[in-house]
């Protein structure tokens, strides 16, 4: 397939669709196992990783696999618990090990690719026609598809209490940081995080990048030219970071803040989305972020978009059925089940375009968000740059340095060739 992927998603122009993460230990038992006799007698032996909280759903997906193959073979399918966030470290570590079959967000790709980890998607046509033409594109390096698209809800917005703020406050963050101080309540987010700090430089004409390298990061934040220059971004996230109406937190705890009261608006993603619907009941909103001053101009706010995917293991000893089975798991009648039973957002075209799907507000508004958003891929450099970078703002105090000072110093942490 190669170069006809790439053609092809442009012909089909699909529409786009959104609506993610998870953490969590698992520990890795056995490996993969040889099959017994072959012919019509040959027991397909698979092992199988999902995350904790979608343990139930895989294990109905698997049970529907089995029962549309029983009469091509027996199978012996085990299940084991795996973060998501985790595979990319335990697959590097012992891939013989690894699970035949697993699902991974697309920033682990490039590592897992190069890693030779993944195999390529052998009907790759029809699973590019199938999915929406983002989560294709993420799964795809080099021109080939080494994943099955499975969510397509792996990115964040805003979600706001409408007790408190209009549909019309929500498009400024200047507004919502008002109303916020105003009520002595906040809007929170996790400031000093690379992912949630793009969020003020995607949308500003500056630039990020990582080299073909897969590890170097290109960056220009610190630009002393144009319409909007590096300084004017942190002069504009200073005055944020003051604001009495604004708060810093980890993510894993706006939804408790939600939950106590004092805060009433939060940058997060659908992982969250029962929590708040809990907390705010018929009050509760989402909706793409908005926007922010700089450099005297109202700026959309980025984000990194993202996106899960079913792999298939490279050095899997039965790997026809287990690319047979990570299709399955992730057609359009299992991504329907998953967002039925997990509230998570398909890729599938016709999936996405169901009346349910479309009633739930934090899907809708990462799909808003999508068309604002860009694909993560960084070098490890770039997170300890930017939480040094967001803490120093945070502080109120540049230790002396100036805004460009500080920018430059950005920029070199960023394009380190490896993380000091």
Not at 283 to 302: H, I
Not at 396 to 408: A, I, K
Request: charged fraction near 20%; include cysteine.
């Amino acid at each position: 397939m190669n170069k006809k992927i790439v053609k092809k998603l442009c012909a089909i122009g699909l529409i786009s669709s959104i609506v993610l993460s998870g953490c969590g230990k698992a520990g890795i038992t056995g490996g993969n196992r040889e099959e017994s006799a072959g012919g019509t007698d040959k027991v397909v032996s698979l092992k199988v990783w999902t995350e904790k909280d979608g343990l139930g759903v895989m294990n109905k997906m698997i049970d529907s696999f089995k029962e549309q193959y029983k009469d091509e073979a027996e199978f012996d399918i085990t299940v084991e618990i795996q973060a998501d966030s985790q595979v990319r470290d335990v697959m590097l570590t012992d891939v013989h090990n690894g699970a035949d079959v697993f699902s991974f967000p697309d920033d682990q790709i490039i590592s897992l690719t190069a890693g030779g980890v993944l195999t390529e998607v052998p009907n790759a046509d029809e699973i590019a026609a199938a999915n929406v033409k983002e989560s294709v594109e993420a799964a795809i390096l080099n021109d080939t598809l080494y994943g099955y698209p499975m969510t397509a809800d792996n990115g964040y917005f805003m979600y706001y209490n409408k007790d408190y703020f209009s549909e019309d406050d929500v498009k400024s963050l200047d507004k919502m940081l008002s109303i916020a101080a105003a009520n002595n309540k906040k809007v929170a987010m996790e400031f000093n995080s690379g992912w949630y700090l793009y969020t003020f430089f995607g949308n500003t004409g500056l630039s990020l990048s990582i080299k073909p390298d897969g590890i170097t990061n290109e960056c220009n934040w610190n630009s002393q030219t144009g319409d909007i220059t590096g300084v004017a971004i942190k002069q504009a996230l200073d005055s944020i970071a003051a604001n009495p109406g604004f708060i810093s937190m980890p993510n894993g705890d706006i939804a408790e803040h939600i939950k106590s009261g004092d805060v009433i608006a939060g940058i997060s993603g659908v992982w969250d989305v029962m929590n708040v619907k809990e907390a705010w009941g018929e009050n509760y909103g989402a909706c793409k972020l908005p926007t922010y001053t700089v450099a005297g101009k109202e700026v959309q706010m980025s984000s990194f978009t993202g996106y899960k995917m079913m792999g298939v293991n490279a050095y899997s000893k039965n790997k026809e059925w287990a690319c047979r089975l990570a299709d399955w798991l992730t057609n359009q009648q299992n991504q329907e089940l998953r967002f039925k039973e997990r509230n998570q957002g398909p890729s599938n075209s016709k999936a996405s375009e169901s009346g349910e799907i479309k009633k739930v507000a934090a899907i809708q508004a990462i799909i808003a968000q999508s068309q604002y958003g860009t694909l993560q891929r960084v070098g490890n450099s770039y997170w300890d740059a930017c939480k040094k970078f967001a803490n120093t703002v945070l502080s109120g105090n540049n230790g002396g340095l100036s805004d460009q000072e500080v920018m430059d110093t950005l920029v070199n942490e960023i394009t380190a060739s490896a993380v000091k």
